[in-house]
């Protein structure tokens, strides 16, 4: 069993950075964040497998960066250059699987309560 609890989320301009934190209890070798925006479908963010091999979002390519630190459990997901259209709760997810580049929700199977993000004009 994993558990996932997500924390630096919150209100900021645009143009400014955040940094979301993923702490994880369990095992598995694919972790990913997502994103969703009232009114629309979840979205995957980016991934990083065990092997630190690392997927992206076109929409969020050289803006956002995961990375992890496998000997504290934790994930992170750099955001920078924050615009409006960011604005979502953001979800850490962990599965095992082989398909960890997808980035698709229907390959994890644990799930965070979210964090939410919010950016101002």
């Known amino acids: 069993q994993v558990q996932l609890v997500e924390s630096g989320g919150g209100s900021v301009q645009a143009g400014r950075s955040l940094r979301l934190a993923c702490a994880k209890s369990?095992?598995?070798?694919?972790m990913a964040w997502f994103r969703q925006s009232p009114g629309k479908e979840r979205e995957g963010v980016a991934s990083?497998?065990?092997?630190?091999?690392?997927s992206y979002a076109d929409s969020v390519k050289g803006l956002f960066t995961i990375s992890q630190d496998s000997a504290r459990n934790m994930v992170y997901l750099q955001m920078n250059s924050l615009s409006p259209e960011d604005t979502a709760m953001y979800y850490c997810?962990?599965?095992?699987?082989?398909?960890?580049?997808?980035?698709?929700?229907?390959?994890?199977?644990?799930w965070g309560q979210g964090t939410q993000v919010t950016v101002s004009s």
């Open positions: 997810a962990a599965t095992w699987g082989k398909y960890c580049d997808r980035v698709d929700q229907d390959d994890f199977t644990y």
């Open positions: 990083i497998s065990s092997s630190a091999r690392t």
């Open positions: 369990g095992y598995s070798n694919c």
